[in-house]
């Protein structure tokens, strides 16, 4: 037996193993082996759509997320806009109710002011009045002393009344 040139009977036995061994491997590991390798691929696939599916909902939940923060951001900047408004308004109204009570305030301190003032000068009249008719009671009964001046006196008052 010569190894480096081999026999016709030796390739043809090899040849019916080797097909025999191709035969059953089709019939019995090549389906199973490929049908695996099948099943695998699509687990793998299935597996990469589930991943994009992922990214796009992650993205979307990005994007809505992104979308919510500038809905809240712009909500609070109008609710500061707002209390900020209320702020200066309830300044405003405060300052116009202080400016209208300290104008009333004044108006009656005036009022006042002018009220003790008329009373005050009606008081000095009637002061200066009475010292006046005092100073002329005291000068006319100085003056008139006598009788004759007295009935003068009278008689000029009537004729004055009379004229007029």
């Not at 793998?44 to 599916?53: C, F, M, V, Y």
């Not at 994007?63 to 405003?92: C, F, G, Q, T, V």
């Amino acid at each position: 037996m010569n190894l480096i040139t081999p026999e016709f009977g030796l390739i043809f036995w090899q040849t019916i193993v080797l097909l025999v061994l191709i035969f059953l491997m089709a019939k019995f590991a090549w389906k199973p082996i490929l049908s695996a390798v099948k099943k695998r691929e699509d687990s793998i696939n299935g597996a990469l759509d589930a991943a994009e599916k992922a990214r796009l909902e992650m993205e979307n939940l990005k994007a809505s997320n992104e979308k919510l923060l500038a809905e809240a951001r712009a909500e609070r900047d109008n609710m500061l806009k707002e209390a900020r408004s209320i702020k200066d308004k309830m300044i405003a109204e405060a300052t116009e109710d202080a400016q209208e009570k300290a104008n009333k305030i004044l108006t009656n301190a005036q009022q006042s002011i002018e009220a003790e003032k008329k009373a005050a000068l009606a008081e000095v009249k009637n002061e200066v009045a009475t010292l006046s008719l005092e100073i002329a009671q005291k000068v006319v009964m100085k003056e008139l002393a006598s009788k004759e001046d007295q009935m003068k006196l009278v008689n000029n008052m009537l004729e004055d009344v009379k004229l007029n």
